[in-house]
């Protein structure tokens, strides 16, 4: 069963930044596609951005330009650095395999960015 835990979220205003940071124990960590989900209030968890065991990137197309997904395989873990943050991506993110299911038990608490001034 995968274990993830996310971290870095926090409070910012428009225009700033956070780095979010994933701790997956997952075996064979390194073949996985990973992906950073997040989840506003009354919306549905939507995928932001995936990469490859060998690094190849995703986003969708709201944050292209803002956001840049990486790993570190030696770590096991997935980080999400956030730039020119808009109101719009406040929401709860969460990290996990690309394609897991809303009710898969391996979801982690997630972590809370709330975008205001």
């Known amino acids: 069963q995968a274990q993830l835990v996310e971290s870095g979220g926090g409070l910012v205003q428009p225009g700033g930044s956070l780095r979010l940071s994933c701790a997956a124990s997952i075996s064979l960590f390194s073949f996985k596609t990973m992906a950073w989900y997040r989840q506003a209030p009354g919306k549905e968890r939507e995928l932001v951005a995936s990469i490859t065991g060998g690094g190849s990137t995703n986003y969708v197309d709201s944050v292209k330009g803002r956001f840049a997904i990486s790993r570190d395989n030696v770590k096991k873990t997935v980080y999400l650095q956030m730039n020119s943050l808009k109101p719009e991506d406040t929401a709860v993110y969460y990290c996990?395999?690309?394609?897991?299911?809303?009710?898969?038990?391996?979801w982690g608490q997630g972590t809370q960015v709330t975008v205001s001034s």
């Open positions: 996990n395999l690309l394609g897991s299911h809303p009710s898969s038990a391996s």
